[in-house]
């Protein structure tokens, strides 16, 4: 029992350390999203973590996620793709998952809404945004997005929630804290614009390492993994 009892301590651990970042700040602890990242890990693991009360489940590959969806590992639970989405996998997810949280570029934004109308429903979808400006990841650049969201604003069956952000890794506190910083004054800015299909309402980031930094810049959403479930192998 000790052995099987990890999962819940330590999401009762991170919700500690989510509610004391946000009141520190003058936020509301239940305003922050506990989304438990569990690639690799087994539907049993996946189970725990949702009974032990995490408000979503996210998957980084989509040929896991169908697996482990295919064991009923996510039942009960909102589902969320956080993962590089290729274009010959979105018809596998849309309609499956609650919200596909790294879509960037436009060519995914249009593949997902014209699956979504097939199906006959709207596609909860945030943006993710390629904050370090690094070459080999996926998202928008900052300044493209007033661009992307007015094409999204055209494109039917899709709704943006907000955005999503992994910053870079290996960076000092500070510089984490200047990406994070500098994604809530993007998120706010853009926000206070008025498009169609968009409601700029969820910040995703944070991990394991910087959740509590992420909440302190504005984050509403964190993504995490190890922390949970404990080291990938
Ligand atoms: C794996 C992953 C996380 C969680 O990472 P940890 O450092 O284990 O908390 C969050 N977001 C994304 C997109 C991931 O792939």
Request: hydrophobic share 40%; proline share 3%; net charge neutral.
């Amino acid at each position: 029992m000790v052995q099987q009892d990890y999962i819940a301590e330590n999401i009762k651990r991170v919700r500690a350390a989510i509610a004391e970042a946000a009141i520190g700040v003058g936020r509301s602890p239940g305003d922050i999203s506990l989304v438990a990242a569990s690639k690799t890990h087994p539907a049993a693991s996946i189970r725990q973590a949702i009974a032990a009360g995490v408000d979503a489940v996210g998957e980084n590959r989509v040929q896991e996620l169908m697996e482990k969806n295919a064991q009923g590992a996510y039942n009960g639970s909102p589902l969320h793709f956080i993962g590089h989405l290729q274009s010959n996998k979105v018809g596998k997810i849309v309609g499956v998952c609650d919200l596909i949280e790294s879509v960037g570029s436009k060519p995914l934004l249009e593949l997902i809404g014209k699956k979504a109308l097939s199906l006959g429903i709207v596609q909860n979808v945030l943006i993710e945004v390629n904050i370090g400006k690094e070459s080999q990841k996926s998202g928008i650049l900052p300044e493209q997005a007033e661009e992307i969201l007015e094409f999204a604003s055209r494109t039917a069956g899709i709704n943006v929630m907000g955005l999503m952000a992994i910053p870079p890794i290996n960076e000092q506190n500070a510089k984490c804290c200047y990406y994070y910083d500098t994604m809530f004054k993007l998120f706010i800015d853009i926000g206070e614009k008025k498009y169609d299909n968009v409601i700029m309402r969820i910040l995703s980031m944070g991990m394991s390492d910087s959740y509590v930094e992420a909440i302190r810049s504005g984050s509403n959403m964190v993504r995490i993994g190890s922390a949970i479930f404990g080291t990938r192998y």
